[in-house]
């Protein structure tokens, strides 16, 4: 099991290069994460709904991604509250102490799912949430100590040393735990380290010293993204630029800003800027600007309109600025968004920014499925790559009708079953496109169509790299080269009595 000493110290990465070292060691591996806190999400073959970093793992250990190594994910609605999916599906919407009720009678459902994957792998790698040392939260709690009793498994402590702190947080977190947790602890890993290793050596011993864990470890800084991002704190990392910018993508940074890792496969690319933007002032220079998707589109449109990014966003698209609104932000580019049941928000209906002939009416089902489709649009940002075939996916409420516009993608399958279906709108002038599909930015050649008709517009060269194959497979292995060379993997894998070689 990897733990942390707090949230956004590397557990979801580490957990992903084990992941892959595991199976590269000819070992059936399979991620868990008992519980997940996670506005990115991702859909299983069957339609279930897992986190974003489970379904990551599943794909770098080669295996299908199931709801079982994510059997609960709670999904943000509002400062207080949250969704709660329960093996793929939504069950409840609740606060911290109805959910907290909820949590016993929860325990044998990932007590039974952790079972079904240790049945069927030779290992699991597990992943924590937050910090083992949250004693308010102790009892009762359900992803970190008690999972690692519940599994019997040594875990790795991971600290980040980029923010500063890292010894404290490792003696503290030690000296906060129970003696039998404290005990659990195999080894220590130092995430995110910038210079010479060998300068922490006198501190490494001491630590060593002082708890008589040894250090398993010291993974350097990695700047390049080679996860998908879980949560909000990682917004930072996508906004690193590969090299001069050429291109700025403006993405609106929403309150309740849901599978932004969609962004990603743009920010890998040489040459693009993605910048997450929150006054109006931000947006001016920008080549595309991007309403993500969103938890709660009400109240996401009403912080639009009271930031000033709302009036932004329509003076550049009426001045023929690309816009593209993805799920929760492809119903803001709307007429109107209808809730009569209450399901987001209390306003029976929103109104949407008006940059495309579209009418939202939310249901409390939620849409999860897998999507194979083609590139249907005959103007527009997408315009080069019509014809493309493409793989996404949807997680949505929430039905759209489209009134007389152009629809930019044709649907030919829901999860191997075919259908006859288009998504999206397309507005006149071919600059706002609105679509439900997430992942579409991975598609290599629809991202390359999409560079080049920002480059034509802005009047610089096209990078000859751009939509350039992008794997994941690829991304994974460097991953786990430069963890396999900076951890002890013969001292790791003798924990749960695997081989794991040189990692290679």
């Known amino acids: 099991m990897i733990q942390g000493t707090g949230s956004a110290v590397g557990k979801s ?20 994460k008992s519980q997940n806190m996670s506005l990115n999400s991702s859909v299983t073959v069957d339609g279930g709904e897992i986190g974003r970093a489970q379904a990551a793992q599943a794909e770098a250990a080669g295996v299908e991604a199931t709801v079982d190594m994510n059997p609960i994910l709670l999904k943000s609605e509002a400062d207080n509250r949250s969704q709660v999916v329960v093996r793929g599906r939504p069950v409840a919407s609740t606060t911290f102490g109805e959910y907290a009720r909820m949590k016993p009678g929860l325990l044998d459902l990932v007590r039974e799912s952790l079972e079904r994957l240790r049945r069927t792998h030779d290992v699991v790698v597990i992943e924590g949430a937050g910090s083992p040392a949250e004693i308010n939260l102790r009892e009762g ?31 503290g977190t ?27 050596e006198p501190g490494l011993d001491e630590l060593t010293v002082r708890t008589g864990v040894p250090v398993l470890g010291v993974v350097p800084f990695i700047a390049e993204s080679l996860v998908p991002a879980e949560d909000s704190l990682n917004l930072e990392d996508l906004e690193r630029a590969n090299g001069p910018a050429a291109l700025e993508v403006a993405v609106a940074r929403l309150p309740r800003i849901a599978n932004f890792d969609d962004l990603e496969p743009l920010a890998r690319e040489p040459g693009v800027r993605v910048r997450f933007v929150r006054r109006p002032a931000e947006v001016e220079n920008a080549d595309l600007i991007v309403l993500p998707g969103s938890k709660n589109t009400a109240e996401d449109l009403a912080w639009l309109r009271d930031a000033g990014l709302a009036d932004a ?21 709307g007429l109107a968004v209808h809730d009569p049941d209450g399901v987001e928000s209390s306003a029976a209906t929103t109104a949407g920014l008006g940059l495309l002939p579209v009418v939202t009416s939310l ?14 649009a005959d103007a527009g940002p997408f315009a080069l790559a019509a014809g493309a075939d493409i793989e996404a996916y949807e997680i949505h409420v929430g039905r759209t009708e489209v009134r007389a516009a152009r629809r930019p993608f044709l649907v030919v399958a829901h999860r191997d079953r075919p259908v006859d279906e288009r998504d999206g709108a397309l507005n006149d002038a071919g600059n706002v496109v609105g679509t439900y599909l997430h992942g579409l930015f991975a598609n290599d050649a629809l991202r390359r169509a999409l560079l ?10 096209a990078d000859p790299r751009w939509g350039a194959p992008s794997s994941a497979a690829a991304r994974y292995d460097r991953l786990a080269d430069v963890v396999g060379i900076a951890c002890d993997l013969a001292a790791i894998g003798k924990l749960v009595g695997l081989d794991l070689g040189k990692g290679t």
């Not at 249901?363 to 249907?376: A, I, Q, Y």
């Not at 080049?452 to 060269?461: E, Q």
């Open 13 to 32: 990465v580490l957990a992903t290069a084990f992941c892959r070292l595991f199976a590269r060691a000819g070992h059936r591996v399979a991620p868990f």
């Open 141 to 171: 709690e359900i992803v970190n100590m008690r999972i690692a009793r519940l599994a019997d498994a040594p875990v790795l402590l991971v600290g980040d040393i980029d923010r500063g702190g890292v010894f404290a947080a490792f003696v």
């Open 174 to 200: 030690l000296a906060l735990l129970p003696a039998e947790d404290r005990a659990r602890i195999a080894g220590f890993v130092v995430n995110k380290f910038r210079g010479d290793a060998a300068l922490l």
């Open 313 to 333: 966003v329509t003076a550049a698209a009426s001045a023929g600025r690309p816009v593209i609104g993805i799920c929760g932000g492809y119903q803001m580019l």
């Open 363 to 376: 249901e409390r089902d939620k849409t999860t499925v897998r999507v194979r489709g083609r590139v249907g």
């Open 452 to 461: 080049l008709y920002l480059a034509a517009r802005r009047g610089v060269p």
